[in-house]
């Protein structure tokens, strides 16, 4: 018995030991992290390397790991600034950061843990007020692919003197203030009244190209009329008006009235189409 208890005594001791091991000889490093170790002698130098990924040895009471992020974070900067033609716009970037792997210990040394809180919302607010004073209001409108583009590549520019890297900046947010929003709208409502009268005008130059070309038809007929008048004498003229007669009769025959037609000789009327109807 007294084996067994001084068995589970060794055996309680050994695990005591690895587990007080354990605690102060190792530390963890979990995925998408890095460990900058600080040494309470000799301190943090820039360039030593970052603890990747694991489980490492440390001296206990004299070196302690600082824990830092290494994935992609977003953050939202938002900036009131001027335009060109002094309009004032409300700008927003979406900015995806990290911190260079190998100048991790640079990072901390300047920055701290909270590197891109101490640096992102200034040099954002900066770059967007240099690139937007390049534009007017119309062009941020226009031309955002390149507004987008011109104020990625400065911020990138401005970051990476920190040691920071943007894997993505894109422009999220993008108002005007309401004098120029009424601006816009008046200039949409002169540019309409613009086009209709346009079209109004249009309208109207066809109208009298076509009274023109209608009033030279006639011209011509009247003139081909006197020209036939005067090789044929009064003959065109009756030719016409048995034309008349003819088609005058044909609607009055086939009218559903009773239509009495006056006798060109001043005898007895003649009666036309009774249609439907038994009187005589």
Do not use: C, W
């Not at 920190?162 to 900046?169: E, H, R, S, T």
């Not at 120029?180 to 309409?192: D, L, M, P, S, T």
């Not at 009274?211 to 003229?237: D, P, Y």
């Amino acid at each position: 018995m007294q084996r067994v208890l001084g068995a589970a005594t060794s055996l309680g001791g050994a695990v005591l030991f690895a587990g007080i091991a354990v605690e102060f000889f190792t530390f963890d490093v979990d995925a998408g992290t890095r460990a900058v170790m600080f040494d309470k002698i000799r301190g943090i130098k820039e360039d030593q390397p970052s603890v990747g990924e694991g489980t490492h040895f440390k001296i206990p009471f004299i070196q302690i790991p600082v824990i830092m992020d290494v994935r992609s974070r977003p953050r939202s900067i938002h900036s009131v600034t001027g335009t060109k033609d002094l309009q004032m716009v409300n700008i927003s970037l979406r900015v995806l950061s990290r911190p260079r792997e190998d100048q991790m210990a640079k990072i901390y040394l300047t920055l701290g843990t909270d590197f891109d809180e101490r640096i992102l919302p200034s040099i954002g607010n900066e770059v967007l007020k240099a690139v937007v004073a390049q534009y007017n209001a119309e062009e941020l409108l226009s031309k955002r692919a390149l507004v987008s583009e011109g104020i990625r590549e400065a911020l990138v520019e401005r970051a990476a003197k920190y040691n920071l890297i943007l894997d993505d900046v894109s422009i999220t947010h993008l108002t005007f203030g309401r004098e120029f929003a009424r601006a816009i709208e008046h200039k949409q409502v002169a540019q309409q009244e613009a086009e209709t009268q346009a079209y109004v005008v249009a309208k109207a130059d066809q109208e009298r190209k076509a009274a023109v070309i209608r009033a030279e038809g006639e011209a011509e007929a009247a003139q081909l009329i006197s020209k036939a008048m005067a090789a044929a004498g009064n003959g065109l003229i009756e030719v016409r008006r048995i034309d008349t007669a003819k088609d005058v009769a044909h609607i009055v025959a086939n009218s559903r009235n009773i239509t009495y037609l006056p006798s060109s000789k001043g005898g007895s009327n003649m009666l036309l189409n009774v249609g439907g109807s038994n009187q005589h």
